[in-house]
């Protein structure tokens, strides 16, 4: 049975203990996505204080086609390695390690942000963006968008992080691809069959994989279920993550799909563990739970119920650094 402080490696990286901060936007970053002096000292004050063993960063866009909000980092442009190297840095002098989460918001993301028109796996507006009626990818955008995700990778592990995390979750555009709430194309990236709605994922790993190299960890958090009448189910989730890893992922984060980060009905900790539990069972590679957790004993708990390989400590982490001592 595994324990909060067990040590714990993801691929060749060994992390201290089973803790992890989940990603959450502090919109901090100046107005071309670079961090800043707010942005570092909230990480690393998290970092000194909070008794993790990974910190995942809030999402990063890796174009400005797919930026969601104003203060998002970006990881679209090799000008912005220098401030995310002076973030990694200060993390990895605590003995902290940390990914970058990737992120293209998809049909979430308004012309008012990116100066360009939203586009998705099919025109269907974002849940929370009824604004602007998206237009559909042809193939020869979602290769384009398979190589920025490369590209950012590549420059994740430039400005020093550890790993990176595509985030495919939470509405944007891989977990659009996913959803067949979001996803209502005829071809091969169609929703016809998880095979088809995991395709890009497939295809993203493989060019990330290329450019990070062999040893570099590359985690997916998975928007596994929609909690919504002919949404995305947990066998869906299931199926999906066995897909992931034979690509080549080496760690799962299990969370909600368009409905955002919550389980409707369900607030009590790790409540998404209904996906957690089955993948553990279904994989290999570590699987990261997280939701509601705001207790060290709520993780060990979970930890010794075989609800997942790490636990993730997100708003309890967010609003108090000092929270593992309750102060």
Request: aromatic fraction near 6%; charge should be negative.
């Amino acid at each position: 049975m595994a324990h909060v402080f067990d040590p714990i490696t993801i691929r060749h990286l060994t992390l201290s203990n089973r803790l992890v901060m989940p990603p959450m936007a502090t919109a901090k970053a100046d107005e071309n996505g670079c961090v800043t002096d707010a942005v570092c000292s909230y990480y690393w004050e998290r970092a000194k204080y909070s008794k993790i063993g990974l910190i995942i960063t809030e999402h990063s866009y890796i174009h400005l086609q797919g930026k969601a909000h104003p203060g998002q980092t970006s990881l679209a442009s090799d000008d912005v390695i220098p401030s995310l190297r002076r973030l990694t840095d200060g993390i990895h002098r605590e003995g902290v390690r940390v990914f970058a989460q990737l992120s293209h918001a998809g049909t979430a993301a308004l012309s008012e942000m990116t100066g360009q028109p939203p586009v998705g796996p099919s025109p269907i507006c974002h849940p929370k963006q009824q604004k602007e009626l998206p237009a559909e990818m042809t193939r020869q955008q979602i290769r384009q968008v398979t190589e920025w995700f490369a590209r950012a990778a590549l420059r994740a592990k430039e400005a020093g992080f550890d790993g990176v995390e595509l985030h495919s979750a939470h509405g944007y555009l891989l977990n659009q691809f996913f959803s067949p709430l979001a996803n209502q194309r005829s071809d091969e990236y169609g929703p016809q069959s998880v095979e088809n709605r995991t395709r890009i994922h497939r295809e993203v790993i493989q060019a990330a994989r290329q450019a990070v190299g062999g040893d570099f960890p590359i985690g997916l958090r998975l928007g596994g279920c929609d909690y919504e009448a002919g949404g995305s189910t947990v066998e869906d989730c299931v199926e999906a993550c066995r897909i992931f890893e034979k690509s080549g992922v080496d760690l799962l984060h299990l969370t909600g799909g368009m409905n955002g980060f919550v389980r409707p009905g369900h607030r009590e900790p790790g409540y998404f563990r209904d996906l957690s539990v089955p993948v553990k069972q279904a994989v290999r590679v570590p699987v990261l739970l997280t939701g509601g957790v705001t207790t060290l004993d709520q993780a060990e708990t979970l930890l010794g119920e075989d609800c997942a390989d790490l636990i993730g400590v997100g708003r309890a982490i967010f609003k108090n650094a000092h929270w593992a001592d309750g102060t």
